[in-house]
């Protein structure tokens, strides 16, 4: 299973680090991943980092604001956002290669 963190209310500009830990299956193994969906829209890949060699994806929503980094000895995956923009407030998931989902986390990004 998966548990998504660190969600909670941020100003405008603010930062948020969004932390996923796994257990229940062998995390090495799989691309882990984060999404969001806000009211009324569509679920949205927000991040990715690969299993294997470590190579990332950003969507160019957060690209250049967000850093997403896995420790595989603690089975956890962060995404640190920065500059955070009220179009950020979501509800944040984490999944591992789209098998495994946990419960979001929601995100607010309000002044």
């Known amino acids: 299973q998966l548990q998504a963190s660190g969600g909670g209310l941020v100003q405008p500009g603010g930062s948020l680090r969004l932390s996923c830990v796994a257990s229940?299956?062998?995390?090495?193994?799989?691309?882990i991943a984060w999404f969001r969906q806000a009211p009324g829209k569509e679920r949205e890949g927000v991040s990715c980092?690969?299993?294997?060699?470590?190579?990332?994806y950003y969507a160019d929503s957060v690209s250049g604001r967000s850093t997403i980094s896995r420790d595989n000895a603690k089975n956890t995956v962060d995404l640190q956002m920065n500059n955070v923009k009220p179009e950020d407030t979501a509800i944040y998931y984490c999944?591992?290669?789209?098998?495994?989902w946990g419960p979001g986390t929601l995100v607010t990004v309000s002044s």
């Open positions: 999944s591992a290669g789209g098998v495994y």
């Open positions: 229940g299956f062998t995390f090495n193994d799989y691309s």
């Open positions: 980092i690969s299993s294997t060699d470590g190579s990332t």
